[in-house]
């Protein structure tokens, strides 16, 4: 059963950059697009990142994803930290059965 | 622009039945998968399924399969998420999306909260 974990929690200060790690179980990372997902306090998410290291168009380029293959894990960078920054940031891929698959949420505050 | 408009807030008593809509702006409606991913109250994303307007395919989470109804009206560009049958533990907002197979949501709507209770 394919699932992705998350850090429960991370904290950087203004204007530095943070990793935020995506670990795949139960099957390859690099199978499927991994994507990732802000949602702000009270509000709908938005797409950070898609097909692993894709930016959408309006998504600032201090935003990068990238996957480690040896690690099994995806990874969100954020450089140059805002405190707008400050959000919950999930990733999400697919399982063989192609069932979406979420990871639980890392927690971003910037202080 | 793309734009996915949800329904309003909802309340509903257990046992009820209930469909919300997802109304797409903006882009060809028959060319993107439509998702649905529900948020608990102070809890993570759950997927739940996708539906292909064009032709109504369809792939539902294990974890929904049964409990939900996924639809589509290509007519009026709109996608539904419906119940038979409400229960309190489906309190919760949710979402609606776009994108395609296997590359993820790329666009979400507002969100739509549903309050089931006695």
């Known amino acids: 059963n394919f699932m992705l974990t998350q850090p429960h929690s991370v904290s950087e200060s203004p204007g530095k950059t943070v990793t935020i790690s995506c670990t795949g179980s139960g099957g390859s990372i690099a199978s499927n697009y991994v994507q990732w997902y802000q949602q702000r306090p009270g509000s709908a998410p938005i797409t950070v990142i898609y097909?692993?290291?894709?930016?959408p168009s309006g998504v600032p380029d201090r935003f990068s994803g990238s996957l480690d293959i040896s690690s099994n894990s995806a990874s969100l960078t954020i450089s140059g930290l805002k405190t707008e920054d400050e959000a919950d940031y999930y990733c999400q891929s697919y399982n063989s059965l192609n069932h979406g698959v979420f990871g639980g949420g890392t927690k971003l505050t910037v202080l | 622009e793309v734009q996915l408009v949800q329904s309003g807030v909802e309340v509903k008593k257990p046992g009820e039945s209930l469909k919300i809509s997802c109304k797409a702006t903006?882009?060809?409606?028959?060319?993107?998968?439509i998702g649905w991913v529900r948020q608990k109250p102070g809890k993570g994303l759950e997927w739940m399924g996708i539906i292909f307007p064009d032709d109504s395919e369809t792939t539902y989470s294990p974890s929904f399969q049964g409990h939900v109804t996924l639809s589509a009206d290509k007519s009026i560009s709109s996608a539904f998420l419906q119940w038979s049958s409400l229960k309190s533990s489906d309190t919760a907002t949710y979402y609606c999306?776009?994108?395609?197979?296997?590359?993820?949501?790329?666009?979400w709507g507002q969100g739509t909260l549903v309050n089931v209770s006695s």
């Open positions: 903006g882009y060809i409606f028959t060319r993107e998968w």
């Open positions: 097909e692993d290291s894709q930016r």
């Open positions: 999306a776009s994108g395609n197979s296997g590359t993820g949501f790329k666009h």
